[in-house]
């Protein structure tokens, strides 16, 4: 195996990926010569060059400066890829990225956070709890935080890592965790698993990898449910657990709440809206109190976080309208960012605009799906975004849409989003999906400005 310690040039297939950027960034820090290849040029493949890491998206080996000494590639890579065969053909070492991130991991006293919901966000909260108390890290977020305008935050001496451990693929079984938190292990990747079971037995693969000095911080009832046996903490928003919340409150968009249990933190505040990150917060601040931050800079760290790019984004506000961008692809993370949006802004009508992420996601879960759009007033839906899959007969966003019990929801290829948007009177919009559907916020954004004005 590679020496990673020791490597001059590394090169990334897929550097565009937010898991494979923040890798990026890691090594090109520590003063590795970085590049890469990603298909599309986007706003993160735009900010890594401005960073001086090379990024092209035509995959001729033609285009290689220099052959690299290790290649990390991320499962979407199909072999068909020119540079992946040419790789293969000139036998350079080639490892998956969360055989890198693993690596890494075993040599840094890890904290990994997983679950199915709220993964980055409890990472990014962590991390800048983390800094506010002055303890040196390294995080590899699967998001850009708001406060540093990263995925990655380095430390050339880390006490520390922080990492998002990401159940796709199984990648999260790679890491070498002192503490761990499951936020949820709802029904997902099933294309990977097979079955809910074997889902929940590689969550309790990933717990039992925990380091026996160390401990699980998991939502109540997560530890019991994949039997996990050692050292274990559980919180809850709203009911008996080692951490918990009392004293909740909404007040001018922004919840209040008093953390009790096992720790005391009162005057919590956190800069990120919706009642989803208020639990967030709860599991991030039973994270920092096992790991011995004190409950001051808890409760600072916290109360200064401002978001996670793409989580609850709030791109526009003004009294005429709201517009809202979300990552939100499983049923469970649609119906929390409703309801949030619902609980901020209330009488108001909420129009979503949802991109289906995968097409085995919508063939699994198209109930769920429609069961949680309907909660809005009015739902524009979107093709589904395929990502790293292949078509399956019968399935699209139709699957969904026959079964959304709303009077307003209609179809709206991409193409003709814009054009609908400017004819229709929106006051609450949400924007959700993993896929490309981000790259209409900056648009929307100024078409809804461009409405008021006119």
């Known amino acids: 195996m590679t020496d990673i310690n020791h490597i001059t040039h590394i090169y990334f297939l897929g550097i565009g990926g937010i898991g494979m950027s923040a890798l990026a960034r890691y090594f090109y820090t520590r003063g590795v010569s970085v590049s890469g290849y990603d298909k599309t040029p986007s706003r993160l493949t735009s900010e890594l060059q401005e960073e001086g890491i090379r ?5 001729d080996p033609a285009s290689l400066e220099i052959m690299p000494e290790l290649v990390v590639y991320t499962p979407a890579i199909p072999s068909s890829n020119q540079l992946f065969r040419h790789f293969r053909n000139h036998q350079v070492p080639m490892q998956k990225r969360a055989e890198v991130l693993g690596t890494i991991s075993s040599g840094i006293p890890t904290i990994a956070v997983a679950g199915t919901h709220g993964k980055t966000t409890i990472s990014a909260m962590l991390t800048h709890i983390l800094k506010v108390a002055g303890i040196p890290c390294v995080s590899f977020l699967g998001g850009i935080s708001t406060n540093y305008n990263s995925n990655y935050i380095g430390d050339p001496d880390p006490r520390w890592m922080v990492a998002e451990a990401d159940e796709f693929d199984r990648s999260f079984l790679r890491l070498s965790p002192y503490l761990a938190l499951i ?5 997902d990747h099933l294309d990977i698993y097979g ?36 050292t274990h903490y559980s919180y809850h928003p709203a009911g008996m657990a080692d951490y918990l919340l009392k004293d909740v409150e909404l007040c001018e968009g922004r919840y209040k709440a008093t953390i009790g249990g096992a720790v005391s933190i009162e005057g919590l505040k956190p800069g990120h809206p919706g009642m989803h990150n208020l639990e967030n917060a709860l599991g991030a601040a039973a994270l920092a109190h096992q790991a011995g931050v004190s409950t001051e800079k808890i409760r600072e760290g916290l109360n200064s976080f401002n978001g996670v790019r793409r989580r609850f984004e709030i791109c526009l506000q003004t009294e005429q309208n709201v517009y809202v961008d ?11 960012c409703i309801a949030s949006a619902r609980a901020m802004w209330p009488g108001r009508k909420l129009t979503g605009v949802f991109q289906p992420h995968l ?7 198209a109930d769920e799906f429609a069961e949680s759009l309907s909660a809005l007033d009015e739902l524009i839906l979107m093709d589904i975004y395929p990502a790293r899959e292949a078509p399956i007969e019968g399935v699209s966003s139709q699957l969904i849409l026959s079964r959304v019990k709303l009077h307003q929801a209609m179809y709206c290829p991409r193409e003709k989003l814009l054009d609908l948007l400017e004819k229709r009177e929106t006051e609450v919009l949400l924007t959700m999906g993993a896929g490309d559907i981000d790259r209409f916020a900056g648009p929307i954004t100024q078409l809804l400005k461009n409405k008021a004005l006119s």
């Open 359 to 365: 097409f085995s996601r919508t063939k699994e879960l």
């Open 55 to 59: 990024v092209i998206h035509d995959d």
């Open 326 to 336: 979300d990552y939100a692809h499983h049923p469970e993370e649609i119906r929390a």
């Open 195 to 230: 079955s809910r079971e074997a889902l929940t037995e590689n969550f309790a693969s990933f717990a039992n990898k925990i380091d026996p000095r160390g401990a699980l911080v998991s939502k109540k009832g997560i530890a019991e449910k994949i039997g996990f046996t050692g």
């Open 183 to 187: 936020s949820s292990i709802d029904t």
